[in-house]
């Protein structure tokens, strides 16, 4: 039997899969959330958009006899990830996570962990700070709660409409990014309070290195609970799970 994956992305471990899968002439989708307005180009066929809940996803599945499901979403993409799980396990399709490791503090760091977005919002409340808030602009809304604060954005796209938040500059832009040229950003905008996700991995960590540079504080948001799945960490691993699984990889 010859594989027919979809590939559930939005990531550079995403990006990584599709050029191997690719390479390896396995057939292959991969799915984008809809939330980037110019997604990078994939040397695969691409879709974009939710699916509809668990049951618009197992259809999906069934209608496109998808035979494994890679879930390569960003580690705060929860709901898709339970999607996933729910929709994999009662349409019996094999699902394994291709994950990036969680950051660790270092020796420098001065980190703040809170449990989510309204308790990085709540960590806001007191005096007026100079904020680079790098949380998406999914999450923007929320910290209008807290209109004290100048705020720092990086975006991938320009919003719609200008985010709630009435003493703030957008920078847009696309990673990956240097310690040297955050640092730089940070200065400019005399920032001396840095808010992230937890997201893990190489492309977005260098705010965090600039963090540490700079003797700044950060206000870590933890990753949500996710469900019990198999995981690997590389494209090579998740050929090695398809072999292992009883399909024909090709030469």
């Avoid at 039997?1 to 992305?9: A, C, E, H, T, V």
């Avoid at 919002?121 to 100079?130: E, K, T």
């Avoid at 504080?217 to 072999?243: F, G, K, N, S």
């Amino acid at each position: 039997m010859r594989p027919n994956l979809l590939i559930l992305g939005g990531t550079t471990e995403a990006s990584a899969l599709a050029r191997v899968v690719a390479g390896r002439d396995i057939p292959a989708v991969l799915s984008y959330a809809g939330r980037v307005d110019r997604p990078k180009p994939q040397p695969i066929p691409t879709r974009s958009g939710g699916f509809g809940g668990v049951a618009g996803l197992r259809a999906w599945l069934r209608d496109n006899a998808v035979t494994h499901v890679v879930d390569a979403t960003h580690p705060f993409a929860a709901q898709m990830s339970r999607n996933a799980a729910d929709a994999c396990a009662a349409e019996g399709v094999p699902l394994i996570a291709l994950t990036r490791p969680a950051w660790d503090e270092q020796p420098g760091d001065r980190w703040q962990r809170v449990a989510d977005i309204p308790a990085a919002v709540d960590a806001l409340a007191g005096p007026a700070r100079r904020v680079m808030l790098a949380v998406g602009r999914m999450h923007l809304d929320a910290f209008a709660a807290q209109p004290q604060h100048f705020y720092l954005l990086r975006l991938v796209d320009a919003p719609d409409t200008p985010p709630p938040l009435s003493d703030h500059v957008a920078v847009i832009s696309r990673g990956p990014f240097t310690q040297a040229g955050d640092r730089a950003l940070m200065q400019e905008h005399a920032i001396d309070l840095v808010v992230s996700k937890n997201a893990g991995g190489t492309g977005a960590r260098a705010k965090i290195d600039a963090a540490r540079a700079l003797n700044l504080p950060v206000l870590m948001i933890d990753r949500p609970a996710l469900p019990v799945r198999p995981e690997c960490a590389t494209p090579d691993q998740v050929l090695d799970w398809l072999a292992h699984s009883g399909v024909n990889l090709g030469v």
